[in-house]
């Protein structure tokens, strides 16, 4: 069990007293032929994994216990809001953080250079292990701070298929006299396409801002087809605190092409509605969702239009997206709209589904979705 303090401006919805214990994560040893040892092992499931049958993304965190709180809890918060999908975090503990990130020997360092060691025990051991072990669907981030960050750009140009997405922060690119970008710069011209999600960011008093901006030049000049890419520098934030930050907005850029495009709302069918949420749900997992500030306004706007048919679609979807959460205004919505587009005996059903709702949750419309039952029944 791990006490988790409320102390990140994300986790204000996140409402647990500050003496509750809260299990956010499982640990386990894991242990290693290729590493010749034992590494402890956190995985943090998304809500309602026991209860679903979904299949998820993950999202693998390099010093994983070090940083596993707050991304745990951003995570949590732009999953619930629809900016990302539902997803597993699997936390990678490293004793020895300078020999596992290296990808090469730095005189003066002894234990350098065994970056390629460790990758191959996240390709051909822990990666196996947790797709055999968890419910994942084929996408998969990897995160780094620091050395870390230097491990995941050297995982991108080494094993770029094995990671959907990588987020790389603050990253140690001074390494052998700045060799990433050298590197970077060769991996670049021998790449026509890169279908990758990669962010790169870093706080403004971070002394690796500046070798992290060379790095990136490199891929401005010379930019693969099929790149979704972004560097983020954050004021008044150090190499320790700006990875708040950065895995904040990492993870939202990732995600966003989840968002419904503004032109699908603006010449609205339920035929391309449906397609982009077909297609986010195939890349993403079932779970993944809009915001419902996208559904519900989009639903309403419908309803002004007289579109109700589109409404029903984009409220019922809504009223499934969001299931969990138990609000009977969902089903109201739902069912208001199917009203008026002439499905009486389906408006019903919805009706008394929100009226279930409402009494086992203290809703407290509970009499008035009664009456309206009562109502259309008459009407049949």
């Known amino acids: 069990?791990?006490?988790?303090?409320?102390?990140?401006?994300?986790?204000?919805?996140?409402?647990?007293?500050?003496?509750?214990?809260?299990?956010?994560?499982?640990?386990?040893?894991?242990?290693?032929?290729i590493l010749k040892e034992q590494r402890t092992i956190v995985v943090s499931l998304p809500d309602g994994y026991d209860a679903s049958k979904a299949a998820y993304p993950v999202i693998y965190l390099l010093d994983g216990v070090q940083n596993l709180k707050h991304v745990v809890g951003s995570v949590d918060v732009l999953t619930r809001v629809g900016s990302m999908p539902p997803s597993i975090i699997v936390?990678?503990?490293?004793?020895?953080?300078?020999?596992?990130?290296?990808?090469?020997?730095?005189?003066?360092?002894?234990?350098?250079?065994?970056?390629?060691?460790?990758?191959?025990?996240?390709?051909k051991e822990l990666i196996p292990y947790i797709n055999n072990t968890y419910r994942t669907n084929d996408f998969s981030v990897l995160e780094g701070h620091s050395l870390a960050g230097l491990f995941a750009a050297y995982t991108l140009m080494e094993s770029p298929d094995l990671f959907d997405a990588?987020?790389?922060?603050?990253?140690?690119?001074?390494?052998?006299?700045?060799?990433?970008?050298?590197?970077?710069?060769?991996?670049?011209?021998?790449?026509?396409?890169l279908d990758k999600a990669l962010y790169f960011g870093v706080g403004k008093e971070d002394g690796n801002r500046h070798s992290l901006k060379r790095f990136v030049k490199e891929l401005k000049n010379t930019t693969p087809k099929g790149?979704?890419?972004?560097?983020?520098?954050?004021?008044?934030?150090?190499?320790?605190?700006?990875?708040?930050l950065n895995?904040?907005?990492?993870?939202?850029?990732?995600?966003?092409?989840?968002?419904?495009?503004?032109?699908?709302?603006?010449?609205?069918?339920?035929?391309?509605?449906?397609?982009?949420?077909?297609?986010?749900?195939?890349?993403?997992?079932?779970?993944?969702?809009?915001?419902?500030e996208i559904y519900v306004p989009l639903a309403l706007e419908l309803m002004?239009?007289?579109?109700?048919?589109?409404?029903?679609?984009?409220?019922?979807?809504?009223?499934?997206?969001?299931?969990?959460?138990?609000?009977?205004q969902n089903y109201v919505w739902l069912a208001e709209a199917l009203e008026k587009n002439k499905q009486v005996k389906e408006a019903i059903k919805v009706y008394?589904?929100?009226?279930t709702l409402s009494q086992e949750t203290g809703y407290g419309e509970a009499d008035k979705f009664a009456e309206k039952i009562k109502e259309l029944k008459a009407k049949l």
């Open 352 to 355: 008394e589904q929100a009226y």
């Open 1 to 33: 069990m791990i006490k988790v303090a409320l102390i990140f401006l994300l986790l204000l919805q996140f409402s647990v007293h500050a003496q509750s214990q809260v299990s956010i994560a499982k640990s386990f040893e894991f242990e290693s032929k």
């Open 91 to 123: 936390g990678i503990k490293s004793e020895n953080r300078m020999k596992d990130f290296s990808p090469t020997k730095m005189a003066g360092v002894e234990e350098s250079g065994g970056a390629k060691v460790f990758l191959n025990f996240l390709s």
């Open 304 to 328: 002004k239009q007289k579109d109700y048919a589109g409404a029903v679609t984009v409220f019922r979807r809504n009223a499934e997206a969001y299931i969990m959460n138990k609000y009977p």
């Open 227 to 244: 790149v979704r890419w972004k560097h983020e520098e954050f004021d008044d934030e150090g190499h320790m605190s700006a990875p708040l």
């Open 166 to 193: 990588y987020i790389v922060m603050g990253p140690a690119f001074w390494w052998n006299k700045e060799e990433p970008a050298k590197d970077f710069k060769a991996f670049l011209s021998d790449s026509d396409t």
């Open 247 to 292: 895995n904040y907005f990492a993870l939202k850029f990732i995600f966003s092409d989840m968002r419904l495009p503004q032109a699908v709302m603006d010449d609205f069918s339920s035929e391309k509605f449906l397609a982009h949420e077909a297609g986010i749900m195939k890349k993403y997992g079932q779970a993944a969702k809009q915001p419902q």
